[in-house]
């Protein structure tokens, strides 16, 4: 007889995606062959090849734009918001019909569990075109003028494939602007396939240029000579070489960089809540998350009581296959991504933190970590001060508010943090003396495109989502 608890899982079948052997470069609307090479994207939860994918090289980098360059011209720019508005509320409309099929391949190609990508990803996308379709005949009002810049230049990371597209694409084409986006090298599928969500949406040719590649293909775009505008969601040390690049031209410039996020944990707080708070806050998306609260700061007075439960709540996640529904924590995106966080996580230990990893079975192939925190951290471990991007949480404790701002901001990062008490008059004091560009109170890693989302330090500039996103890509009230 089997047993009533034995594990059923239940996976989402990825028969709905057609995924090529092969793919080229978005330009002009169509697909073309490329005058580069070609990378192979895999499965990380597998290691399967997917699919060969072309490698843009300078010279298919500089037909994208002067593509873009003539939909600005000739059509993009001289549209009225209104008629732009229409495309951009066809392409969500289309994404939320073709929903499903961006979730799976999403986890398919970056490793994330469907479960995320079908319930947080992709109804954000599509939430963020129809917010931007908007605002796109309404740019008077914006506060930032009604002129477009040109052609952008975005480059993005593969935390979040497509949502990263999204808060990169809508704003751009509301305001006018034509662009050329390059999707991460290890996650180039979900870009590819909204080439074709593109087309079908009869976005008129070269308004959205999709090329493929790594770092060479990212500086090709963003010293590009007619592209008036960077955009980059990166690493830290990517966007420090583009604002180096970019520095001396006149080219407008967004940088949204890593982050070091402080979750604070007061001893009033509902402490059940706070818990899955921080479980949200550091194993959401594997801790490949910009804004990980993946410093718990946790009172004294609590910390003991808080650790044994969050120790029994990570004892209950669900590591494994991407495309079962039951699946809490997926893989981690690549093998490069998994020697660094092993790599920190060594450090952490030789450092003297004490180590406890939850108790589960990772899969034989494919690449996994397993959901571990670090008690016993105190401010000079590395493992406090760098980002880590994977599902590693280290533990610090605090006694007062006051030294609870002061270890929140000791960080050269300031892009976001989470603040847990009962009392609100204390979340409104906290979130003011919060070096971070997002706070959440009693909650974590909430997003909205109504809600604007950047960081302060080396956290990056600009905003993303809200009326302020509209800035990056408007000339400005006095043009
Ligand atoms: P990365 O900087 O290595 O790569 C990001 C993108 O830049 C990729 O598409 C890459 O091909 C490209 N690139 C690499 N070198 C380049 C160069 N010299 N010029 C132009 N483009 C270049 O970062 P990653 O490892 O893909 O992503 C993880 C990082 O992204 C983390 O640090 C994370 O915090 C950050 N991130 C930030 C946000 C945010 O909103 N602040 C959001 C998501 C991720």
């Known amino acids: 007889m089997t047993n009533i608890f034995e594990y059923a899982p239940a996976p989402e079948s990825r028969a709905i995606v057609d995924i090529k052997p092969s793919y080229g470069l978005f330009i002009n609307g169509e697909f073309v062959d490329g005058n580069g090479t070609s990378f192979k994207t895999v499965n990380p939860a597998t290691e399967e090849v997917l699919a060969e994918v072309a490698e843009a090289t300078d010279a298919d980098v500089d037909e994208a734009v002067k ?16 008629e732009r508005a229409k495309y951009l509320y066809r392409i969500a409309r289309i994404i939320q019909e073709r929903g499903r099929e961006l979730a799976v ?33 309404k740019l008077k009002y914006s506060g930032y003028g009604e002129t477009p810049l040109g052609v952008a230049g975005q480059v993005i990371p593969w935390n979040f494939p497509l949502l990263m597209l999204a808060w990169k694409i809508a704003p751009a084409l509301a305001c006018g602007n034509t662009v050329v986006l390059k999707p991460a090298e290890t996650t180039p599928l979900t870009a590819l396939l909204f080439a074709e969500i593109c087309q079908q949406a009869d976005l008129p040719p ?11 293909t990212g500086r090709a775009i963003v010293s590009h000579p007619d592209v008036d ?38 001893d009033d707080a509902p402490l059940d809540q706070a818990v899955e708070g921080i479980v949200n806050g550091i194993f959401f998306n594997q801790g490949h998350v910009c804004c990980a609260g993946s410093r718990l700061l946790v009172q004294e007075s609590v910390a003991d009581e808080v650790m044994d439960r969050l120790k029994r709540r990570m004892a209950t996640l669900r590591v494994g296959d991407p495309l079962d529904k039951n699946t809490d924590v997926g893989a981690i995106n690549s093998a490069e991504q998994l020697a660094k966080i092993r790599e920190l996580s060594q450090v952490g230990e030789d450092e003297g933190a004490e180590r406890w990893s939850a108790p589960c079975d990772l899969p034989a192939n494919g690449y996994w970590f397993a959901p571990t925190v670090f008690t016993g951290v105190s401010q000079a471990h590395r493992i406090a001060r760098e980002e880590i ?16 701002v002061e270890k929140a901001n000791n ?12 009392k609100g008059s204390r979340i409104l004091s906290m979130a003011n003396r919060l070096r971070a560009g997002v706070v959440w109170a009693n909650t974590f890693n909430k997003f909205d495109p109504t809600s604007p989302f950047g960081g302060y330090k080396e956290s990056g500039y600009g905003r993303e989502g809200g009326r302020h996103g509209l800035e990056a ?6 043009a």
């Open 67 to 82: 593509a873009a360059r003539r939909a600005y011209t000739r059509v993009w720019s001289r549209m009225s918001g209104a």
């Open 105 to 137: 391949l999403e986890s398919i190609d970056n490793g994330k569990p469907i479960k995320e990508s079908r319930d947080v990803d992709v109804p954000i996308v599509a939430a963020h075109f129809f917010y931007y379709a908007g605002w796109a005949d």
């Open 206 to 216: 070269g308004v959205v240029n999709i090329v493929t590649g790594a770092g060479d």
């Open 389 to 404: 991007f994977g599902p590693v949480l280290s533990v610090l404790t605090f006694r007062t508010p006051s030294e609870a």
């Open 229 to 266: 505008k960077v955009a980059f969601t990166g690493s830290t040390e990517v966007g420090k070489a583009i604002a180096r690049a970019v520095a001396g031209s006149d080219k407008k410039v967004t940088l949204e960089l890593g982050g070091k996020a402080a979750n604070i944990v007061f």
């Open 473 to 478: 890509y408007l000339k400005g009230a006095d």
């Open 411 to 422: 960080t050269p990062f300031g892009l976001s943090a989470g603040v847990w008490t009962d």
